[in-house]
């Protein structure tokens, strides 16, 4: 699988329920994962993940509420992390809502000892997975606003100095490489430079 699962995972746990809390701390420590913070609510999880850099995060609640929902997006969008909700709530909306929120496992029931590592190491998993998935459409979309950025710069030097399509690229490619720089960052150039002559 995955880096994570490999070294001992630095779990946030973030529960309300102090008895519930302490469950979740005996459970994971036998499990050997590193407990490094335990919060009652999720108000300020976004500066404390930040604060803390956890691999994990693990929440405990009755049923997850809307603020705890809409916590847990800003966190997934800023700084992602795995996401583990132990819940006795098994509605399939508040499933779904978890689940758009960034949640990598939703666990209806207890969290018995022999449970732990499976469910850590699915969400661990699917956590992985999401991100790869992510960082590939990320690249996709600079690729493609790189390539919509070059097509412009061919079109400023195609107009300014009546060349054709394949010789304004070559002119773009020998100009990048004589400045050893990137394609893109030379078209971004070329069109700033246009942008100024107008």
Same mark, same amino acid.
């Given at each position: 699988?995955?880096?994570?699962?490999?070294?001992?995972?630095?779990?946030?746990?973030?529960?309300?329920?102090?008895?519930?809390?302490?469950?979740?701390?005996?459970?994971?420590?036998?499990?050997?994962?590193?407990?490094?913070?335990?919060?009652?609510?999720?108000?300020?999880?976004?500066?404390?993940?930040?604060?803390?850099?956890?691999?994990?995060?693990?929440?405990?609640?009755?049923?997850?509420?809307?603020?705890?929902?809409?916590?847990?997006?800003?966190?997934?969008?800023?700084?992602?992390?795995?996401?583990?909700?132990?819940?006795?709530?098994?509605?399939?909306?508040?499933?779904?809502?978890?689940?758009?929120?960034?949640?990598?496992?939703?666990?209806?029931?207890?969290?018995?000892?022999?449970?732990?590592?499976?469910?850590?190491?699915?969400?661990?998993?699917?956590?992985?997975? !999401?991100?790869?998935?992510?960082?590939? $459409?990320?690249?996709?979309?600079?690729?493609?606003?790189?390539? &919509? *950025?070059? #097509?412009? @710069?061919?079109?400023?030097?195609?107009?300014?100095?009546?060349? !054709?399509?394949?010789?304004?690229?070559? $002119?773009?490619?020998?100009?990048?490489?004589?400045?050893?720089? &990137? *394609?893109? #960052?030379? @078209?971004?150039?070329?069109?700033?430079?246009?942008?100024?002559?107008?």
């Amino acid at each position: 699988m995955g880096e994570m699962v490999s070294k001992a995972l630095r779990v946030m746990l973030v529960d309300e329920n102090p008895e519930r809390l302490a469950k979740l701390r005996e459970q994971l420590l036998l499990a050997r994962y590193t407990v490094i913070a335990e919060v009652g609510n999720t108000i300020n999880l976004h500066q404390q993940v930040k604060d803390l850099e956890p691999d994990a995060i693990i929440i405990g609640t009755d049923s997850p509420d809307r603020d705890t929902l809409e916590h847990l997006c800003v966190l997934s969008q800023d700084s992602p992390r795995a996401i583990v909700m132990f819940t006795h709530d098994g509605d399939t909306e508040q499933i779904r809502a978890a689940t758009r929120a960034g949640v990598c496992a939703y666990v209806v029931g207890g969290m018995e000892g022999n449970r732990v590592r499976p469910i850590m190491d699915a969400a661990i998993a699917r956590f992985e997975e !999401s991100q790869a998935v992510r960082e590939e $459409l990320a690249a996709a979309n600079l690729k493609l606003s790189e390539r &919509k *950025l070059v #097509d412009r @710069a061919k079109g400023v030097l195609m107009k300014q100095r009546g060349l !054709s399509e394949d010789e304004a690229y070559s $002119l773009m490619r020998k100009m990048a490489m004589d400045r050893n720089i &990137k *394609l893109a #960052d030379l @078209a971004g150039q070329v069109v700033e430079a246009a942008k100024l002559l107008l």
